[in-house]
């Protein structure tokens, strides 16, 4: 030992290891038995000890590295021996492991991995009687993570191993309980082997579902029939498990049906134009129009959902499998009760049970219906609409105008109840000509316009009757439909049913007295109100138009009369047929220009009216024009009144020949 101390730093450092062990085996060989290969140990120790520095080797002390010790077979067959107690594992698969231990935060698993693995204890908390060496499945997410460990999922590995059996549900058909979690739009929620899956309200039975909440937390038998693993959705269906059952009876049911067979069903669905009952497994359409003899707007007037009904089979289609079925054709028909003494001009009553845009429908009894067109409701020749007259609802009256009782149609009529206008008595005078009235604007035309003087009672104002003066080219630039109009009777034709009216002849005719204000050459403030290639049109006094050629639109000054301008101008021209009056400003300020009217033969009638010396119109003739105006109104007032009265004898002479007509007959 006293040599080693010798020994440079340098080799002390780096020998210390191995002297120390030197020493520790010459101690452990004091220390044990004495045999003798212990003894030969000892003294080769002993001889070494007692080397020289240079002469130590340093090799004997060095320690081997792990298996050096070992021969290239040993280590072979001890390799074989310890890979035999491993298992081949990877990543992303689901295996079974072995319970080790339970912690209260841990579960240790056992995969016969050269690790063992560690679970969350809250992925056991469905199996609270797990125990050590229980076998369970367990998913490998990492063999190794960056601390070395072996990371299990058991959540991951039932979703896994789910939708194996999912898919396995899918490919062979298989039929798979699941539970139902909670009810959504449309369906339910049920969940199977872990996974949540959509039932739709469509796939739960043959026959609609109301409420969904009834099988909310019970166990039900499905069938997988969509999976879409992009959005991890799985669609299962209860009604194809009871479609399979059904096709058999359905089968059944339609080889044995035959028109006019009586059913027995349940209304399982109701719609706007029908129901749907269900057969007992078929099912057939009940159409609204088939349910009563009378008028019904909606199914749910007289039947329920889930009502038991009897039927009766009208049609059915074997391709279609369409089934029409009927309910009112079990009772009589209410045509057969239609009272016998009711005919052609008898006095119904009944209720409106519709109202269209050609006329009404009149229920005398359930199913007992005539119709009462727009025409038949009023006496007046203008169609309105029938809401005008009557609503639904309505209780009316009305006269038979047409019946059949093999076809079961009728035909009504409301405004027979009343006395024809056109029949009255008093038409004649009445409406006599001369006599004036006021009546409302019912229809507009290119020739006239019509007027309602009562109901039934209309007339024709054509558009020349309209003003003495203006020239109305439409009857729209003068009244328009539903105002009231003042009129004097011109023509009445009973026979026909034709009235001619007339609005202007309310008033004298102007134009007597315009011939003797507008005399050729007199002078006038007239106003340019338009201008053409021809001409112009002019506002003359009393509201009368003019008109005047380009040649007499001369300004003194050589230019033309403009739009708008107001000048004196000069009468050439007055007719009183045409109810013309042509005028002229060049006459004003050159005399010269002034036109002698052409000589006419010999014969001929008097038609326009002379030239006369130009002259202003004058206070006087004013006077003079009111002065015969009211003249000719008086005369027209007489005129009337004799009329009148010639009315009313002829009509009390028809009244006595119609009476003593009565009496011989009598007699």
Not at 8 to 34: L, W
Not at 485 to 512: F, S, T
């Amino acid at each position: 030992m006293s040599e080693e101390k010798k020994a440079p730093e340098a080799v002390e450092e780096k020998a210390t290891p191995q002297v120390e062990a030197a020493e520790a085996q010459e101690v452990a060989v004091e220390e044990a038995p004495a045999s003798d290969a212990k003894k030969e140990s000892a003294k080769k120790s002993s001889a070494k000890s007692q080397q020289s520095p240079e002469d130590f080797n340093w090799e004997d002390f060095e320690t081997k590295g792990f298996g050096e010790g070992y021969s290239k077979k040993k280590k072979e067959e001890l390799s074989a021996m310890y890979e035999d107690t491993l298992n081949s594992i990877e990543e992303k698969q689901v295996i079974k492991a072995t319970v080790v231990s339970v912690g209260e935060r841990d579960v240790v698993l056992n995969i016969g991995y050269k690790s063992d693995g560690l679970v969350s204890a809250s992925e056991f908390r469905d199996t609270p009687d797990l125990k050590v060496g229980d076998q369970i499945e367990v998913y490998i997410e990492e063999q190794e993570n960056a601390l070395g460990q072996l990371v299990l999922s058991r959540r991951k590995a039932k979703i896994v191993r789910a939708w194996e059996l999912i898919q396995d549900a899918l490919d062979n058909d298989k039929v798979i309980e699941g539970y139902v979690k909670r009810r959504t739009k449309g369906g339910l929620i049920v969940d199977i082997y872990g996974v949540e899956s959509f039932l739709p309200g469509s796939q739960i039975d043959v026959k609609p579902i109301r409420d969904f909440d009834v099988f909310v937390g019970k166990k039900m038998e499905v069938k997988v029939v969509k999976i879409n693993y992009t959005n991890d959705n799985v669609v299962v269906s209860h009604k194809v498990l009871i479609e399979k059952d059904l096709e058999q009876q359905k089968a059944e049911i339609l080889e044995n049906l035959e028109k006019g067979q009586v059913l027995e069903g349940v209304i399982k669905n109701m719609t706007n134009f029908g129901v749907f009952i269900d057969l007992g497994g078929v099912d057939g359409l009940l159409h609204i129009t088939d349910i009563s003899w009378g008028r019904i707007n909606d199914p749910s007037e007289v039947l329920s959902l889930d009502e038991k009904v009897n039927v009766v089979v009208l049609d059915f289609d074997d391709d279609k499998k369409r089934i029409s079925l009927g309910m009112k054709q079990l009772t009589e028909h209410p045509w057969d009760k239609l009272d016998a003494s009711i005919e052609v001009g008898s006095k119904v009553k009944g209720t409106i049970v519709n109202v269209a845009d050609y006329g009404a429908f009149l229920e005398l009894l359930p199913g007992v219906e005539g119709l009462i067109h727009v025409s038949e409701m009023s006496w007046s020749q203008h169609l309105r609409n029938p809401q005008d007259f009557i609503s639904i609802g309505d209780e009316l009256e009305a006269v038979v105008l047409t019946l059949d009782r093999e076809e079961r149609k009728m035909s009504l009529g409301i405004k027979q109840l009343t006395e024809d206008p056109w029949t009255k008595s008093d038409v004649l005078t009445k409406y006599a000509v001369g006599t004036n009235h006021t009546g409302i604007v019912r229809n507009l035309t290119n020739f006239g316009l019509f007027i309602e003087l009562e109901e039934g009672i209309d007339g024709l104002v054509h558009v020349s009757d309209l003003s003495w003066t203006k020239k109305i080219k439409h009857p729209s630039e003068f009244v328009k439909v539903g105002d009231e109009l003042d009129v004097q009777v011109l023509e009445l034709d009973i026979e026909n049913r034709r009235l001619a009216l007339g609005h202007k002849q309310l008033e004298e005719n102007p134009w007597d007295t315009f011939e003797t204000v507008f005399t050729p050459g007199s002078t006038h403030k007239c106003t340019v109100i338009s201008k053409n290639d021809k001409g112009a049109t002019l506002e003359l006094p009393y509201g009368l138009e003019g008109v005047a050629t380009n040649k007499h639109l001369k300004k003194e000054d050589g230019s033309n009369v403009e739009v708008g301008e107001t000048l004196d101008f000069s009468v050439i021209e007055f007719s009183k047929d045409d109810k013309r009056i042509v005028m002229s400003h060049t006459n004003i300020h050159n005399p010269q220009a002034i036109e002698k009217p052409a000589k006419k033969k010999a014969g001929s009638g008097a038609g326009k009216v002379k030239m006369a010396p130009v002259e202003q119109a004058t206070l006087g003739d004013l006077d003079a024009l009111s002065a015969l105006k009211a003249e000719m109104e008086d005369n027209t007032k007489k005129a009337n009144e004799k009329k009148a009265a010639e009315a009313k004898k002829k009509a009390a002479k028809k009244e006595d020949a119609a009476e003593e007509a009565e009496e011989s007959t009598e007699e």
